[in-house]
């Protein structure tokens, strides 16, 4: 058995122990694309549409949400504050190009990293760059749009590294409702095989007109990260992992959009990633 599957094989293991059985009447935040096959890559999204019946369209316009608004508080004393900017770029997605830079902090890290060598490179999901040549030409940012006959059902963003073309992310992104709120949150799901990643997060306002998303809930049903397992009875467990996510786009000073992208472990720091983002020359 390689070590890949070994190390992934565990991970089911303890996720079908420990992981709580999701009925998704009661959670319905959590239902999103599994995958059946070991690897996910870009050639998921085509095999989902073809699952689902579904047009896929490679937009040059599209957006991870098509209203941002609605992940917004409008009670916030800063509503008025915020920058349009930021609204463009997530309702306008593929027309930003991206540089990236990443920066590790031990010991977590040294976990981490293994774990991305020897299971999500082959996965090609969730392939963070592990050094910061990896990125220095750039990151690729491309929006997949899968429709019905009627609306988009999935805002897709693939992401690889310029240089060795490898996978980085490939995410579906979303905005949902929890039941205690009045406004929606942001939903973000990395597929794995027989499982996913979700992330939930909510969209912090900022006097200075830049926003804030956070995944760093401490209960089951709120913002953080899930880790679900679809077992052989076809059973859905879910745990909630102590990763939090603090996600903050701003302006700088000369006017260029940007992203500080923190990871922690409980309370640990233990990446992160910084991203520019300008608009492509069509």
């Not at 937009?59 to 949400?65: D, K, R, V």
């Not at 590790?104 to 040549?133: D, G, H, R, Y």
């Amino acid at each position: 058995m390689k070590i890949s599957n070994f190390i992934q094989a565990n991970i089911r293991v303890w996720l079908n122990l420990t992981g709580r059985t999701i009925d998704f009447e009661k959670y319905p935040f959590l239902e999103g694309p599994i995958a059946t096959s070991d690897t996910i890559g870009e050639t998921f999204y085509q095999r989902l549409a073809e699952q689902e019946k579904l047009s896929v369209n490679h937009t040059n316009e599209g957006g991870l949400l098509q209203e941002f608004h609605k992940v917004i508080d409008t009670t916030s004393p800063h509503i008025e504050k915020l920058d349009p900017t930021i609204t463009t770029f997530y309702e306008h997605t593929a027309t930003y190009k991206m540089e990236v830079w990443n920066q590790w902090k031990a010991p977590i890290s040294w976990f981490a990293k293994l774990l991305i060598s020897l299971v999500s490179v082959e996965m090609k999901q969730l392939n963070i760059p592990t050094n910061a040549l990896e990125t220095s030409y750039g990151m690729s940012s491309d929006i997949i749009q899968l429709s019905d006959a009627t609306n988009v059902k999935y805002a897709c963003w693939l992401r690889k590294s310029v240089k060795s073309n490898k996978i980085v992310y490939a995410g579906f992104y979303s905005s949902v409702l929890l039941k205690e709120n009045t406004h929606e949150y942001v939903k973000v799901v990395f597929p794995l095989p027989k499982g996913n990643v979700t992330v939930i997060l909510k969209v912090l306002l900022l006097e200075d007109g830049s926003v804030k998303l956070v995944s760093d809930g401490k209960r089951f049903g709120g913002t953080g990260y899930y880790r679900l397992h679809q077992n052989k009875k076809g059973i859905l467990k879910a745990r909630m992992i102590p990763i939090k996510e603090i996600i903050h786009v701003f302006k700088d000073k000369e006017g260029v959009l940007r992203t500080d992208h923190f990871f922690k472990w409980w309370k640990f720091q233990f990446l992160q990633l910084h991203y520019k983002m300008t608009k492509k020359v069509m």
